[in-house]
């Protein structure tokens, strides 16, 4: 079978993957050889996305891409329609002199056996195939953008279209993977826009007349209506929620409808008998039985296809997140009484402490992004938030695994919109990204749009000789545990930043429980008497030796005892200089499920990992930067 695709912009290169992976010989026709050209390449990148949802019929890219042919002049065209053509797939603009014009020089060459069907969305075959000879063959068959990933066409053919080329259509393009659906005449819009419109008009008037924001209606498709509709239509709906089917339903809810759509001026001029239509359709595929009882094995397939596409799209990076706010306090005083309980627990710890508050107009002076600090942003920022997304029972059960996070949609979430934002912090990585487990340790900032501005994340991962290995990060997702804090860089804005220089631990003992963060967050609740606290920012180990491990690949087992966790984890001694980032909570609020201290670490020299404690206490060297945080959120907790 031999097709022509008229038009190479972005519907024809989707006409030409789709019928080429139905095994057509495709011919692409363009009158620009640069648009061609570029066609190409997109069809290529098309089907390299298939490929990667198993969505290209057991072929590969190139398999397919062998039965697509350029074609940029109309002498070609003619030589090729003289040798036989199947099928024409036109898509020019929306415009009904060109596309008259089009069809009126294709009448003329066009093989008398081709089905002639336009791509139109809106214009009806019979305003541009009349004046045509052929116009016997003429329809409409109109995708849904992307045709590649939404299946449906709508056949329309002109009131002169023989019926035999219609069943054709509706039999052809089966045949090749798409849904078609017949109109029984022509009308404006065909289904899909005249119900589109239906629906969008209603939409901007509730927003015109200040009953709801954009983004609630939207909600209230994406997360109401349109969760059923994915897999069945109005109709059907109706017909699942009344007891006894449709024409229950309108007995029911008729005079509800009736009142609203005449409050909206939406014509509702149905008749008794096109609900009886309806109803008679749906009887003749399943009865109502007595009491309803012939609707409860559909009702039972509709809850199963409803309770499958909710897990679904729990697997979603982007999804919709739970999410859990909690105020957090702040001194009063600027710190002054907090920097002096910090001090005095670290001097039980440490021979040499040095702690201060860093003065406004000094700290928009430091650039913690140059080195050695290497932060993503100048500074830690203001308005601090420590954020928790998903828990560690997510690393240590099974099914918590394949669960990830994307940032920027966490932003978008949590409503940050700071002209740069900052975010730092110890996780795990995005294994389907790293092609296996890993650490990761957050270094990026963001714009007013949350995109990524910079990126200086890394992760660390277990060789296959199970040996810590550092690599860069260049994604903008986490995997299943992560700690974060958000921050605004803001140089008009003043925070609360504090510097700690401590060196030389006093005893060799006690080193876990005495770990530089540990006796940090230890302070603070003492110093805040129940009342939660957090801090996020970054520390250097300026020298030293630390005992650190880097998550392998997860085991098909849950890791229910700290036993089996460290008996799974790989530890390693990791030496000086170590830049970690770190956040720290003084409790588990409302036993939200918090982790209350979290510290990764990346370095020049390639050691990257989860920082435990040091070994080397004489040698030891601790030197950082932090910020307090004014809330604590945890998305997706873990109950």
Known sequence: MRVVIIGSGLIGRCWSVIFARAKYEVYLFDTVPSMLGLALVEIRLQLEQLDRFNLLFNQTPDDILKRIQTIETLEKLNELFQQGIDHVQECIPEDVEMKTKLYLLLDEIIPSNALFASSSSCIMPSKFTEQMKTRNRCIVAHPINPPTTIPLVEIVGAPWTDKVFIDLAIERYRSIGMEPIRLNKEVDGFIVNRLQYAILSSALQLVQDGIAEPEDVDRAITHGLACRWSFMGPFQTIDLNAPKGI?????????????????????????????????????????????????????????????????????????????????????????????????????????????????????????????????????????????????????????????????????????????????????????????????????????QYNKTINQRSYSSLVTKEEQPYQNLYEIKTCGPFQHIMISSIDHTKSTILFEIDVQERLSDENEEENNFISIIRRSLKQYSQQQPMALGGIFRIEKGIIKAHVMPEFVNEDLIRKEQVDQWLKFYDMHAPLNCLSVLLTEDINNAGFRLEHSHFFSDHGEAGHYHFDITPKQIHYHGYFILCKEAIIVDPVI
């Open 247 to 447: 024409i229950d339903y309108f007995n029911r809810y008729g005079s509800t409808m009736q009142r609203v759509l005449t409050d909206m001026n939406f014509p509702s001029n149905w008749t008794q008998e096109t609900i009886e239509n309806v109803d008679k359709y749906f009887r003749s595929k399943y009865p109502v039985g007595e009491n309803g009882i012939g609707l409860n094995d559909k009702k039972l397939w509709r809850d199963q296809r409803l309770l499958d596409l909710a897990k679904h799209k729990q697997t979603y990076v982007d999804r919709d997140y739970r999410i859990l706010r909690y105020p957090l306090f702040i001194p009063t005083d600027q710190g002054q009484s907090m920097i002096q309980a910090i001090e005095n627990e670290l001097k039980q710890v440490y021979k040499h402490v040095k702690i201060r508050l860093v003065p406004n107009n000094e700290a928009n002076t430091i650039d913690l992004s140059a080195e050695p600090w290497n932060l993503a942003g100048i500074n830690l920022g203001t308005n601090g938030i420590f954020c928790q997304l998903g828990g560690a029972k997510n690393v240590e059960l099974k099914q918590g695994h394949s669960i990830r996070f994307d940032i920027s949609s966490v932003l978008d979430q949590l409503h940050i919109k700071n002209e740069q934002t900052l975010v730092i912090g110890p996780g795990a990585a995005d294994g389907t990204y790293l092609g296996c487990n890993g650490e990761l340790v957050v270094n990026m900032t963001f714009d």
